[in-house]
């Protein structure tokens, strides 16, 4: 099973934002530059993970991204399946239909593999993922943001 790049992005997302301190709030371009993804990217990822309740983005002052209770909690097999929809692995119908399928068993021997998968991943939360190695890696791409006492002042 392969993963689409969307998915892949929007949970390492998850997952940077999942060990950010409580009350801490991460812009999409601080997001975006941890996580060596463009913004357009990651701003698209944000905006999917905020519809299905897992990230909770605010504008203005003030404002950022925090992962939500439910997003912490959430399974990653349910994630991935919202994230990647419910296609199969292969199709037999389309523009040329494949010639074996009525009488071919790798769709259900693929469908079985995929179900397999998800359900390997059901178990698992977003902070499984971010437990020691992964959490303190996680924490360390990221600066965090200069304030204006952290420039070093010039003498001329």
Known sequence: MRLTKFTDLALRVTMRLAV?????VLTTK??????????????????RLQHLGVVDARRGRGGGLELTGFGRGASLGWLVRELEGEEEVVTCEGDTPCPLRAACSL?????????????????L?????VTSPTGPALITLSRPPRRPSDTPSRTP
Do not use: C, W
Request: aromatic letters at 6%.
């Open 30 to 47: 601080e997001v975006a530059e941890a996580m060596a993804i463009p913004y357009t990217h990651t701003a698209k990822a944000i905006s």
């Open 107 to 123: 769709r259900g021997a693929l469908r079985r593999a995929q179900q397999a998968f998800y359900a390997s991943l059901d178990p």
């Open 20 to 24: 950010t301190a409580p009350g801490t």
């Open 125 to 129: 939360t977003v902070n499984d993922l």
